[in-house]
């Protein structure tokens, strides 16, 4: 149960984002509304395998990270080493690439909440993060020795387990920052990033910790990116910066792409009593389910619900909503009339950063969480890039027997999507995000006054 | 092959493994304990033994790996041992 009184304080963020060197070129990059997206090489090179070419990705030896080869052609690395020496060889050794990401987030994290080492080692400090895990690279390795060359199984590793379990993030920063808290992560497909975050706030606002590391990850991997190729859900047509297109009347499907985004949380009192910088501080945080038995389909009704979990005991009033937007068919005008029907057509205005870096996954609650922290420090919102034309008609959806949503087509509600960055008064911020599974998650976060 | 060629193999062995520190790499002998005197990470020593068969082109049965001791001369007697028995 929350303990009357306490509250949560964002105090530090950190990650890995696409074709950004750090959060800093991240921050200007996304307000001067630039895409993140580009050709992949990888996919690419794979010709006719692959319907989709575009991704926010990032490289294995990007972010001053080298790749170990053990055997040249192989198109997979044994290991990483961090070439600015703040991860040691031995934590990298356990670690594939979004855990090394999730471990530098963590540390610029910390870096930027100054805990000391005392607090961060504590027993009232946790760590809860987590990827969307539809597909990991390190099992490439695995199969390769025992299945196609018939090796023993140590020539897969002694890593694999550690490098490809579930919970290998939450895992290796543990390991890194030696808490001695809860040390757990939250699997809720597309909701994971956010998931994770509520979950760590809920740990603080129940009293059971003081202080989390949180955050969603997702590492570059072309074992997730064919699974979503192969459902056919991946934008294609486009320029790699026009290809992620939420709400536009051409959008065609989502681009896949990869990073990672965590942030530090801190019991408000004892975060105000230290003089940290509070980034934000959480209002409310609340998720569900569909219950409508479809694994795919998003649901009107669970939204609704979810805003009405979300307004039960907080005081709901964004200025901006920061929506999933994932640029699919169906998603995306479903999620806006579901926003418009609860908070009106006026007085918000409406964000969906993945029309700038793409849908990062599991990763994408928490890099977009970020998104909206720097709204807060920034006072503006980044426009929706490629929301060039909205439906002027009705969505099919709209038309079916027993629709009780609005009956305005999407072109009613442009005035809510700028589609270049505008600057405002943002007290308050909304974030959503969904996954398969019908799960819903929401999360409210305020200026610190 | 004779003795110090396999250590030599196994040391360039040990420099790819990252867990193990290089400057420990400057003296090895055949009494050389990996555990307690390189501080090897006891979970390498299965991919040292994987990346050793690789290196020296042997395959080591499940019990030759079993009973491995610890130190330098116990995995070039193995590596011996293998390629004895490839060889027959």
């Not at chain 2, 009973?67 to 116990?74: F, H, R």
Request: aromatic content about 8%; overall charge negative.
């Amino acid at each position: 149960m929350q303990v009357q009184g306490r509250k949560v304080a964002v105090v530090g963020m950190g990650g890995a984002f696409p074709d950004c060197a750090d959060i800093n070129v991240f921050d200007q990059k996304i307000f001067s509304g630039q895409s993140l997206i580009r050709e992949w090489p990888k996919a690419a090179e794979r010709d006719k395998q692959i319907r989709s070419k575009v991704s926010g990705f990032i490289n294995d030896n990007d972010l001053g990270i080298e790749p170990i080869y053990l055997v040249d052609g192989y198109d997979w690395p044994e290991t990483f080493v961090d070439t600015s020496g703040r991860i040691p060889d031995v934590n990298m050794a356990t670690a594939d690439l979004g855990c090394v990401w999730a471990m530098m987030g963590s540390l610029n994290s910390i870096e930027m909440a100054g805990w000391t080492k005392e607090e961060t080692q504590s027993e009232k400090t946790g760590v809860v993060i987590a990827s969307g895990g539809g597909g990991n690279v390190i099992m490439r390795n695995a199969w390769h020795a025992f299945f196609e060359l018939g090796k023993k199984s140590r020539h897969a590793g002694s890593h694999m387990v550690d490098r490809a379990m579930s919970y290998r993030e939450a895992a290796n920063v543990s390991c890194l920052i030696k808490n001695r808290g809860v040390c757990e992560s939250i699997v809720s497909a597309c909701a994971t990033g956010l998931g994770n975050i509520g979950y760590a706030y809920r740990l603080i606002k129940f009293g059971l910790q003081d202080r989390a590391v949180a955050g969603g990850v997702e590492g570059t991997s072309l074992e997730t990116f064919i699974g979503f190729d192969a459902m056919q859900v991946l934008s294609k047509g486009f320029s790699p910066a026009e290809s992620s297109r939420p709400f536009d009347t051409k959008r065609n499907g989502f681009v896949c792409s990869f990073g990672a985004g965590i942030v530090a949380l801190e019991e408000y009192e004892m975060a105000k009593a230290r003089g940290a910088n509070i980034l934000a501080v959480i209002d409310e945080y609340f998720n569900n389910s569909d219950g409508d038995g479809d694994m795919f389909y998003p649901s009107y009704g669970g939204q609704r619900r979810l805003w009405k979990g979300l307004s039960a005991e907080a005081i709901i009033k964004p200025d901006v909503v920061k929506v999933h937007g994932t640029a699919t068919p169906v998603g995306d005008i479903l999620e806006l009339i579901s926003v418009v029907d609860t908070l009106g057509e006026s007085g918000y205005h409406i964000s969906a950063p993945k029309s700038q870096f793409g849908h990062m996954l599991g990763a994408a609650g928490s890099v977009e969480f970020i998104t909206a922290l720097l709204m807060l420090k920034n006072q503006q919102v980044p426009g929706c890039i490629n929301s060039e034309n909205l439906n002027p008609e009705l969505e099919n959806f709209q038309k079916k027997e027993g629709w009780e949503g609005s009956m305005k087509p999407a072109a009613a509600y442009r005035d809510l999507i700028p589609q270049e960055t505008i600057s405002k008064e943002i007290n308050q911020i909304v974030c959503l995000n969904y996954g398969f599974g019908g799960t819903n998650s929401a999360m409210a976060i305020s200026k610190d006054n | 092959m004779e003795r110090q060629e396999i250590i030599d193999g196994l040391i360039e062995v040990l420099r790819t493994v990252r867990t193990v520190d290089p400057a420990k790499l400057e003296h090895v002998t055949e009494e050389t304990d990996f555990l307690t005197d390189m501080n090897t990470p006891s979970t390498e020593l299965i991919n040292i033994a994987a990346k050793v068969e690789q290196k020296f082109d042997v395959e080591f049965e499940d019990e030759d790996i079993d009973e491995l001791g610890s130190k330098v001369k116990d995995i070039v007697d193995l590596i011996l041992k293998a390629k004895a028995r490839q060889d027959s």
